[in-house]
């Protein structure tokens, strides 16, 4: 991999810049360079024409000063070790930033579920649990849905891991279906976040959202909802949005349900009756209001960040932007809601549904919707107020906030 777009080596790069700013001590600089632990599995598994598949697994657990590690499950076939390292890294953040009592892990698993059947991931998911388990539990590390995974594959994995206990565990894993003690308003998450710090951006902008221009790359879990709520929450016109395939494009937007129907049908938002076929190139540089990526790292670069038009850029993906193209988004004025912080409804959520779990007493939606609301305003606003002292960039704000309390955990537990 390109040493520049190591999405671990840019985790470290960016907390290097914080490290400079707070003065932090080398010697704590140097342990929030490395994740504390980590644990790699070779998972055989049967596939349904009988023969047996080997997958390499991950998880990786940070930093849990703050509490136990948090953080989601990735099925994808570029994962790497690196990936997941930073990916673990920025959960730290992230839970620091919201100030939730939690660290920061992930989990990956180098395999391709596009081309799996489903009784194929069932076993594969039961495989990761039954290996990674020994360094799960509630008190310890608590996963959660990411990048092709989902409340099913939570499911297999609660369940799994409560056979290995010989008890029901649902506090284990988030993100499970509601029957299985879910959280009313996790699905939708992270978008919504995303809209409550899009919300705040614009009122410290001054700029009236309604009627304004939005694009979306990137059609999973985030980007989906954010194309429903974009519209519903902020009263965006989303003219744009895509998938791994390309995207589309109508100056009018188009329906959420109709785009998300088509998907469902053809595996693609490509070819949507009445939108124009765009790349994903295309759509990262149209001239909108704001910009959502939603999808992988690596996405703005020192490419293409010059050609970025957006007022905002609300990142919903975990990692899009590398530190070069922050630079030049930063000169270019353009308003970025770095990721930790934009995407931080979801592992919000997420504590929710351990609460929840803990209590064995559920909360109506109202409840998580407007919780939801003052954890993403409340982080977001401490960002706001840093990046405005110290005149540095949000994503470096974030960092600074994030970075000083994790340090102070793990200072007076006496670590370093
Ligand atoms: N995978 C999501 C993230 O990157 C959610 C993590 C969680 O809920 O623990 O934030």
């Known amino acids: ?11 470290q790069r960016q907390l290097d810049t914080a490290a400079e700013v707070l003065k932090l001590d080398p010697a704590m600089h140097a342990f929030l360079r490395q994740p504390l632990r980590e644990l790699h599995v070779t998972l055989p598994v049967k596939m349904d024409d009988g023969t047996v598949k080997v997958f390499q697994g991950f998880r990786v657990q940070y930093n849990d000063a703050r509490g136990p590690c948090k953080g989601g499950i990735r099925f994808h076939p570029q994962e790497t070790v690196d990936t997941v390292r930073a990916l673990a890294a920025w959960m730290t953040w992230k839970c620091a930033i919201m100030d939730l009592p939690l660290g920061g892990a992930k989990g990956g698993v180098i395999c391709n579920p596009k081309e799996m059947s ?7 998911s039961r495989a990761y649990i039954r290996q990674v388990g020994r ?5 310890t590390d608590v996963p959660a849905p990411d990048v092709y995974t989902d409340a099913q594959i939570m499911a297999w994995m609660m369940d799994e891991f409560s056979v290995m206990r010989g008890h029901n565990v649902p506090g284990m894993i988030t993100g499970k279906p509601l029957c299985l003690g879910g959280s009313c308003g996790r699905s939708d998450a992270t978008a919504r ?3 409550y710090a899009v919300r705040e951006t614009a009122k410290v902008l001054g700029i009236d959202l ?3 221009t939005a694009a979306i790359q990137g059609y999973g879990n985030a980007g989906m909802f954010a194309h429903q709520l974009g519209q519903e929450l902020l009263g965006l016109k989303v003219v744009a949005v895509s998938d791994s395939k390309g995207g589309i494009y109508n100056e009018q937007g188009r329906d959420p349900d109709a785009v998300a129907a088509h998907k469902g049908k053809t595996g693609s938002v490509v070819s949507f009756p009445g939108a124009k076929n765009i790349t994903n190139a295309d759509l990262l540089t149209l001239d ?3 910009l959502f990526p939603a999808a992988l790292e690596n996405q703005i670069t020192a490419h293409n960040a010059a050609d970025v038009k957006a007022t905002i850029q609300a990142e919903l993906a975990n990692g899009p932007t590398t530190p070069e193209a922050d630079e030049i988004l930063y000169k270019n004025g353009v308003f970025v809601i770095p990721d930790f912080l934009c995407n931080g409804g979801g592992v919000t959520v997420s504590y929710f549904e351990q609460v929840q779990n803990a209590y064995n007493y559920y909360w109506p939606i109202e409840e998580v919707y407007q919780k939801l609301d003052e954890k993403m305003t409340t982080a977001f606003h401490s960002m706001h107020e840093i990046a405005q002292a110290y005149k540095v960039k949000n994503r470096v704000a974030a960092y600074l906030v994030a970075v000083s309390r994790v340090a102070e955990a793990v200072r007076m537990r006496g670590w370093v």
């Open 288 to 290: 909108v209001t704001v």
């Open 135 to 139: 360094i799960l539990g509630p008190h």
């Open 193 to 195: 976040g995303g809209m």
């Open 210 to 212: 309604k009627g304004k």
């Open 1 to 11: 991999m390109n040493k520049e777009l190591n999405p671990f080596e840019i985790a």
């Open 118 to 124: 489903r009784s194929e991931l069932e076993r594969l």
